[in-house]
């Protein structure tokens, strides 16, 4: 069943910043081979919910590539902390939840995450499970696992005690309570992105402490967005969401800067490290970013909306952007993000003259006499796929592009 | 029943370092003494068991004045801490207890405590009470009452974090235990020594951020040995036991270095300041300290022997050292006290040639040829009182003095 372990090494090592440590996970790998016994992959996370983009899958990704390669992963929703919250009321998205929400959230946020795993092969675990169950007594034995020091060593803290902005005692239990997950758990590996490296490393000591094997870090990078610098982000407008519509996310990835091409293919597919060298070689060979470019899209939107899904989007994509009967130069309206996009976008269209009124845009769209990207639309579907550089034709010779 | 506010508050004054704060403590009194409620003074000792002497009993004479006012004590033994030893194993002194012990050395430790308090009006609490039951939860939510620089800044914390000498991370827990307590007692007064200035004002720290009134803080000063220099300590051998027998207890009160006299009377006694008073004047007018001294050493020995004891204490004293047949100049003899007194001093007496062997000295003993101070004695009585300046005489003319 499992692959010989140095394929699985290829494998694994794709993309990753760093792997603590390589020997160790060898061991672990050959083992697991010997005995056909898959490894425990853990992925912590919070139960705060989020829309999951394409940056937060970069580590599913990689626990998938492992669910591929026979291995069992365990998603361990920390709702214990959730629970808790942060009792100085201090922090921000840190109020306490009731056990209902912590419920609630963790289902829409499975939902998403069974987008990138193998449900068969994946167990999700609450911590609650047994830290709400630790005494004062078993908390002082874990606190005594490790040392002051070695705790504000922790990047954040050290600087949050050098400028004396207040460490609550508590938080210094966060980085314990990983830990700890670790120990319940019996993990073999875990996963996280490289802010996590401290936590997870603690993991491995406390693992240690209890006289158990410790388990390998994967640390992955965090992916930069669509402008390339920042990293991937709801917040900032450059991310690709996984639930977005097949056409959306196969424009988005055409949107992504070629010096990252590689990246993306690293992080974001699951494509082979072999083909992603080929396709280096390629891109090294002076061949056009776009097409590889359109090959990654395929890849992407293929994950999360199969082969059909990548058609449709390669389809929209080509239709709407590449045929060519849209002016050169055009007017363009700039659009908020953060805004009810028609509230936001129908007034600046009646005052840049582009309509009469709002009853005229809607009498158009009615009559078919509005596209968007040279589909014809509907009111709703108006709403839905603005976005950057998406182009609206009014009547027949009224075209605007929305800018953000 | 209890006495006026600003009558109790000058008795609560007296020999203390510090009392934080004393406004507060008044308004305390004001209100206790106007509902005639009793106030909750609590005092927290570890349950390692050691022999009491006059030093430990300064913070339980301060206690015992209260209670004579008409308030309560709560003895609270820190059985939870005693129970869970150090984890790490590093610190000495900290090795886990079992109940059988804890509980044990409880006994040995409150039938001491009572030669000062008043059984009546104490209350004797174990803090495993609580402190077993607390879940992860609570101890984050107490974590969560302060930070980690405030914790640091105790002084011993400071010193070893800067000397890079480990904490462990459960050591912060034990201020916070100590603060936990003080809320589920609901003290309104703590003592200690100066030494527990962080622990205590913990207490208040956390009895506000429960939303409770603050207890009082009073430090009580470090009372010096009879060697006028280094704290009181067994392990000195300048200290005055509790359990010691009153002619001992008065002989050694004797030895204490006049500069001390009042600093004892205040720690030691439990003599009216405005008589403490009287006797500063006493001596500033040149009375001779040594009367005086007889007098506290009466009142150190009625305090735990009775009128009887303290006479008693004083008719040994008088006939041993103030009777003059012993010459002025005699030969010393050094005595450790760390070792067996007979096997130590005996070898001395012969190789010095008081005693032709060890045989001799008992045959003497046996034929009441041998005293001390002046009083004839029994083997075992040698062993019981050699201290400094014991006289020991042997047949009619040998005399001895035993230095340490």
Redesign the interface.
Known sequence: MLLHPEEQMKIIQKGAESIVDEKELMIKLEKSFKEQRPLTIKLGLDPSAPDIHIGHAVVLRKIKQMQDLGHHAVILIGD?TG??G???GKAKGRIPLSDEQVKENALTYTDQIFRVLDQEKTTVRFNSEW???????????L??S???????ERDD?QKR?HN?T????????YP?MQAQDSVELKADIELGGTDQTFNILMGRTLQKHVGMEKQIAIFMPLLEGLDGIEKMSKSLGNYIGVQEPPEVMFKKVMEVPDQLIIKYFELATDVHPDDVQNIKNRLDHDENPRDIKLELARHITALYHGEEGATAGKHYFETAFQQNDIPDVIPEILVDLEKDLLADVIPQLVERGFVKSKSELVRMIRQNGVSLNQQKITAEELDRVVMTDDVLKIGKKRFVKFVK
């Open positions: 214990f629970r808790i942060d009792p100085t830290l709400a169950n630790m005494t004062f007594e078993e908390v002082i034995r606190a005594a490790t040392s002051v020091a070695r705790i504000l803290f005690y004396q207040p460490i609550g005692l508590h938080e210094f239990f314990l």
